[in-house]
């Protein structure tokens, strides 16, 4: 059987994604959280090569009955960096080496950028605010980046970007740069100054709360031993899978925590401030530069200005109440 779920009432999304354990796991609550119209999922390299990402990206579609939404392979490459990946991290597949069966569907006939493209203008004809698409990148920003200044017009069809990446405080990929803004720093300089351009409210999900929200193995067990083969079955070898390769008692549902800001916005704490990303530093290229100064219009000392795009920045989060509504959707609690 093939789920699908009417667009009455609920909210248009689009996945860009660089699928990746955490990804998976927001894939899946994208995927089957009623309050959600899931319209696409664009991929791009960065936890592992994009041939990977859209195999996986498939999978976990097929896990979740979801084959009805397309999946289109996007940038190889990073406009300017060499690439590096994230398996160290995710497993040699990207994915956990789960030995789940992987999808034998191909994706869209059209590239990242163009069924963006059109799910966007789509969007846009309709002239509906409510029929707008919300933008959820959840991986490096080159698919983005490359929308956005190839056709500016499907601002028209965008409500708003929340995207997971960069950091107020400390980074993962170096000290001062989280890994999805580091992979492409110019892809996300980009696409902050094109949102700025275009009128594009934007939200940052960042590493101050990326980590927070967790799902404990313990509560995943019944789920492991029950092994359905299911959405609830991959979720929790998910998590599983994290417990081991860190040794802990929990994991988190990472890039999830992104989906679940759009959908319970009250869950996390955000301030609108001035972002940059930097693109030179020797020890912090890469780095998103936050500007969280208690002034405001003195810059006579500031030989930078202020920074072009002022985002909202995600500092605080109710973790339980994430990882709740993650576990909730992936094991059927709330369909």
């Not at 979740?64 to 490459?77: I, N």
């Not at 992987?102 to 846009?124: G, I, Y």
């Not at 992104?258 to 972002?275: D, K, S, T, Y």
């Amino acid at each position: 059987m093939v789920r699908t779920y009417a667009a009455n009432g609920a909210l248009p999304v689009v996945l860009d994604v660089d699928t990746g354990v955490d990804d998976a796991c927001a894939i899946l609550l994208a995927a089957l959280h009623p309050a959600l119209d899931l319209r696409a999922v664009t991929c791009v390299g960065g936890n592992a090569p994009v041939d990977a990402v859209v195999t996986n990206t498939l999978t976990v579609l097929d896990a979740a009955e979801r084959q009805d939404v397309p999946v289109a392979r996007g940038a190889e490459l990073p406009l300017l960096e060499d690439p590096v990946d994230a398996r160290h991290v995710h497993g040699q597949d990207g994915m956990g080496d789960l030995d789940w069966v992987k999808s034998t569907r191909d994706p869209d006939s059209r590239n990242a950028v163009e069924l963006l493209r059109d799910v966007l203008l789509e969007a846009a004809a309709t002239g509906d605010r409510g029929r707008k698409v919300t933008l959820i990148p959840l991986a490096p920003l080159t698919n983005i980046a490359l929308l956005l200044r190839t056709y500016p017009e499907v601002a028209e069809g965008i409500r708003e970007v929340v995207f997971m990446g960069g950091a107020a405080a400390d980074g993962n990929a170096t000290a001062s740069a989280e890994f999805n803004v580091f992979h492409d720093p110019e892809a996300a300089a980009i696409v902050l100054d094109a949102c700025a351009d275009l009128g594009i409210a934007v939200t940052m999900y960042g590493l101050d709360v990326f980590y927070r929200p967790r799902v404990t193995r313990a509560s995943i067990e019944p789920l492991l031993a029950a092994g359905k083969g299911d959405a609830a079955d991959l979720a929790a070898q998910l998590i599983a899978f994290q417990c081991k390769r860190f040794g802990d008692s929990s994991a988190t549902i990472g890039d999830a925590g992104a989906v679940c800001a759009v959908i319970e916005p009250a869950g996390v704490r955000r301030e609108n401030l001035p972002v940059r990303v930097e693109l030179a530093g020797t020890w912090s290229r890469g780095r998103t530069i936050v500007d969280r100064r208690d002034w405001s219009g003195d810059l006579t000392h500031d030989p930078h200005g202020r920074a072009r795009s002022t985002i909202d920045v995600c500092l605080d989060v109710d973790a339980q109440r994430y990882a709740s509504l993650w576990f909730q959707t992936v094991t059927g609690g709330l369909r």
